[in-house]
């Protein structure tokens, strides 16, 4: 009985801890330039526990350190740019400090005319295609953009802490 009950609260941390849809390829190769209001210093709403602070990496790539508060744990570095499909901006973003083959994770991101506000919705990791060519990608994501159940239930919301 105890062993069963420790597979269930395993299945439903695996169930409920999911990460956005990842691919090899990109939307596409990153031609929007970095948009202003973005970069500087953010926090998530349901956590303080860490900084974001976003800084120009070249015109159209983007810096993400997560910093921890807890001067015990270290940093972590992440590398994005968006991505325009038909009017939705989309952040590709993978991680600095893995070598060779990137893996991106894609995330709609809105963001309030003053630019206080960010609202990042990831795609859902339910996707099950795989795409080894960024103009397929980019026309999937075109196809579906618009419904709801394309993203996690669950928005990611940041201001800005700067």
């Known amino acids: 009985m105890k062993n069963y009950l420790t597979i269930c609260l395993l299945f439903l941390a ?3 801890s999911g990460c956005p849809y990842s691919s090899e390829v990109a939307i596409d190769g990153g031609e929007s330039k970095i948009d202003e209001k973005i970069l500087g210093k953010w926090e998530q709403k349901s956590s303080s526990d860490y900084l974001y602070v976003v800084t120009k990496y070249d015109d ?9 508060k807890n ?4 940093s972590t570095t992440y590398y994005g740019f968006l991505s325009n499909v ?13 070598e060779g083959t990137r893996t991106y994770y894609f995330y ?3 963001m309030t005319p003053s630019g206080a506000k960010m609202v990042l919705s990831p795609v859902t990791e339910n996707i099950k295609e795989t795409f080894t060519a960024s103009a397929d990608l980019k ?8 419904l709801s159940f394309f993203y996690s239930k669950e928005d990611e919301e940041y201001f800005r802490a700067d």
Do not use: C, M
């Open 108 to 110: 709609k991101l809105e």
């Open 86 to 98: 038909n009017g939705v901006r989309f952040l590709n973003v993978w991680d600095a400090g893995n």
């Open 71 to 74: 001067e015990s744990e270290s």
């Open 139 to 146: 026309a999937f994501f075109d196809k579906h953009k618009a």
């Open 14 to 16: 695996i169930l409920f």
């Open 60 to 68: 159209a790539t983007y810096q993400i350190v997560k910093q921890p």
